[in-house]
């Protein structure tokens, strides 16, 4: 997988170009006899730009190009996630161009080509969003919600397990570098680098894990049922990490108590990454999962 953007992953198509922009608001206000004088206002909305191509030789071209319009007329944020691990965050599709570069002699698309226009969503509360979002399409009584959409799942369960597989392990990358980058703030706060470099060789610990789960998924994916007990193990392995986060930061001196909260914080969201990991695996492997939670997990994983 090179990217992916909410469910479509950009592994078989080749990725022609990504552009990405950063913008700043200034205001300018004018003065008497002199030059005008620059306020910051605030950071303007991410932007990215992707050029696919969708061929006959690798896949249905208008099937893949009419998955990419659904997301689109969805109108919903999306996350952007890299294989790296790197997570852009959430994305809306503004504009979508279709360019169809080679017919067959009855009219079938052989080549699109496709651009798409992002742009970064901003949402003071996105969990809260979400949620909202997860419960309106909940799993309800029959005749009711996304009950056919549930039942579909069970043939394709595995995919859609290891691509939120990929999004959690990309969340946890992310948390850790966060904290990593927290910890070096805590120089200046206490007088021993100890506590310092057993948080910084923590997360380097869990980041460590990333890239495996996001490996042992795509076998996944692909078919292999043992990679969900390679997933589950390297997701315990987070789970006791961050455990041991816990432990240091429970330690911290007055004056880093507020960075503390902070990376205590970011922690809780790996621990519940890695937890929501585990039980994937588990369901994965056909294990005995309650019922209520099942239930939430496929709600989860659910096209939407």
Do not use: W
């Not at 057993?198 to 490996?215: C, F, L, R, S, Y």
């Not at 004056?255 to 695996?281: C, D, V, Y």
Request: aromatic share 6%; proline share 3%; charged share 20%.
């Amino acid at each position: 997988m090179y990217a992916q953007l909410g469910n479509i992953q950009f592994e078989l198509l080749p990725i022609e170009s990504l552009d990405e922009r950063y913008s700043y608001n200034y205001a300018e206000h004018q003065v008497i006899e002199g030059k005008p004088l620059l306020q910051f206002i605030g950071d303007n909305l991410d932007e990215a730009n992707i050029s696919v191509r969708f061929h006959f030789a690798f896949c249905d071209p208008e099937t893949q190009f009419n998955l990419l319009k659904a997301e689109a007329d969805r109108h919903e944020a999306l996350p952007f996630l890299f294989a790296t691990g790197k997570n852009l965050g959430y994305y809306v599709i503004c504009e979508i161009s279709k360019n169809t570069v080679i017919t067959a002699d009855n009219g079938r698309p052989l080549c699109i080509e496709a651009r798409l226009q992002l742009k970064e969503y901003s949402d003071s509360d996105l969990l809260a969003s979400r949620t909202a979002a997860q419960k309106r399409n909940a799993l309800g009584l029959k005749g009711k919600g996304n009950i056919a959409s549930a039942a579909s799942v069970t043939g394709n369960k595995t995919a859609c397990i290891a691509g939120q597989v990929k999004a959690n392990a990309s969340q946890i990358g992310n948390l850790a570098t966060r904290i990593s980058a927290s910890a070096d703030e805590l120089k200046t706060k206490i007088g021993t680098a100890e506590i310092v470099g057993q948080i910084k060789a923590a997360t380097a610990q869990i980041n460590d894990q990333v890239g495996p789960i996001m490996a042992q998924a795509q076998y996944l994916a692909a078919g292999a049922q043992n990679a969900a007990a390679s997933i589950q193990g390297y997701a315990t392995q987070v789970s006791s990490v961050s455990s041991s986060i816990t432990r240091v930061l429970s330690g911290l001196p007055g004056p880093a108590a507020k960075i503390g909260e902070r990376m205590a914080a970011l922690n809780r969201g790996i621990s519940a990454q890695a937890t929501h990991t585990i039980t994937l695996s588990q369901l994965a492997q056909g294990g005995a999962i309650e019922a209520n939670q099942r239930a939430q997990i496929i709600t989860r994983i659910l096209p939407r």
